[in-house]
T-cell receptor
Framework: AQSVAQPEDQVNVAEGNPLTVKCTYS??????LFWYVQYPNRGLQFLLK??????LVKGSYGFEAEFNKSQTSFHLKKPSALVSDSALYFC??????????????FGGGTRLMVKP | DSGVTQTPKHLITATGQRVTLRCSPR?????VYWYQQSLDQGLQFLIQ???????AKGNILERFSAQQFPDLHSELNLSSLELGDSALYFC??????????????FGNGTRLTVT
């Protein structure tokens, strides 16, 4: 079975400061990892993914994520937060051994609040 | 704009009723996924169709059913509705023609309110 945990319901950061949104996962095989962002009354938007290769993945809007296999983590980061980054962020995983389609398992979401 | 279209945007109905939610995937995408988002359960995978065939099933109730048509649009049917079915229902699509690494692209959802 595949699962994802986002340990923080909310992260508060001041504009211009670096931000980190945490994610840990559990799979039996190799993980395919994704980050999505959800703005109010909108669907989820894809930010970035890790499949293989370099542990630091760069995505949209200046976001990046670091894959750490030993800690089974995939934390989302940004060097300098913007007020417009305030939104709900979801981490998702797919186990490479999951042959039942391409379905993703999502974490519970972390609300990011960036204050001016 | 993700290219995934969901209708209607909002739906208000009474307990015991039946509703149909509709989804048109991105052009070229063969897979359609349905997710339910509620405050207490988070994002729950319901079901996936690939090129008209059911591919994977998640936490979908027996009162719910879905299908994907030859033109690849999909419908999610919810029947004998209960108050607890009130949620945001998302459709997503992906190429998923063997590429299991492709991200899902989500529509803006249908907000269902059962009164």
């Amino acid at each position: 079975a595949q699962s994802v945990a986002q340990p923080e319901d909310q992260v508060n950061v001041a504009e211009g400061n670096p931000l980190t949104v945490k994610c840990t996962y559990s799979v039996s095989g190799n993980p395919y990892l994704f980050w999505y962002v959800q703005y109010p009354n909108r669907g989820l938007q894809f930010l970035l993914k890790y499949i293989t290769g370099d542990n630091l993945v760069k995505g949209s809007y200046g976001f990046e994520a670091e894959f750490n296999k030993s800690q089974t983590s995939f934390h989302l980061k940004k060097p300098s937060a913007l007020v417009s980054d305030s939104a709900l962020y979801f981490c998702a995983v797919r186990d490479e051994r999951n042959n039942a389609g391409n379905m993703l398992t999502f974490g519970g979401g972390t609300r990011l609040m960036v204050k001016p | 704009d993700s290219g995934v279209t969901q209708t209607p945007k909002h739906l208000i109905t009474a307990t015991g009723q039946r509703v149909t939610l509709r989804c048109s995937p991105r052009s070229g995408d063969l897979s359609v996924y349905w997710y339910q988002q509620s405050l207490d359960q988070g994002l729950q995978f319901l079901i996936q169709y690939y090129n008209g065939e059911e591919r994977a099933k998640g936490n979908i109730l027996e009162r719910f059913s879905a299908q994907q048509f030859p033109d690849l649009h999909s419908e999610l049917n919810l029947s004998s509705l209960e108050l607890g079915d009130s949620a945001l229902y998302f459709c997503a699509s992906s190429v998923a023609g063997g590429d299991y690494n492709s991200p899902l692209h989500f529509g803006n959802g249908t907000r269902l309110t059962v009164t």
